[in-house]
């Protein structure tokens, strides 16, 4: 879109904004990043997660890697500029979602701080929530739920995380999980605890 364009673009403020929104569900809405190598436990931790908010009333919403590329993202390959467009539409969304008033869990490999850091950028102080999984290299390969590092491996895919391509880790995540063998419940509850740190639970 050229400037010309944007130029007669202006935001519409409504009524009901993000406040009333988080009132009408009683809690603040928030994004919890999970990043971490592929097979990492993101999307277990994540789907664990959201079935504990759920049963306790908490209104959310799971983005995972794989799912959004079925609709969203269907258009986008994995060289570094689809990627990069990849995370940045889900950041989008995943702001439509807060300010919808929800508790949103995306997981992502999301391997460079930058992209992940324009992302936090889109956030208020304490919506954003870094929670890395940080499980070794050799744990997600010999998990390798996918086969994905096996064909990586065998040259099959190319630019892969971990393998080819660098995994830059956070340096001050807001949760940082050791996964290489942490017992799921162990997991949920450390990020049941966080969140009841954000008023997110009483």
Known sequence: MDKATTEHIVWHQHAIDRAARAALNGHPPLLLWFTGLSG???????GALEHE????????YLLDGDNVRHGLCSDLGFAPADRQENLRRVGEVAKLMVDAGLVVLAAFVSPYRAERDAIRARFADGEFIEVFVDTPLAACEARDPKG?????RAGEIRHFTGIDDPYEAPLQPEIRLVNDNLPLAEGVARLLS????HGVLP
Request: proline letters at 0%.
């Open 194 to 197: 966080a969140l009841q740190q």
């Open 53 to 60: 908010l759920h049963r306790r009333g908490v209104r959310t």
């Open 148 to 152: 994905l590092y096996k064909k990586a």
């Open 40 to 46: 990492s436990g993101k999307s277990t931790l994540a």
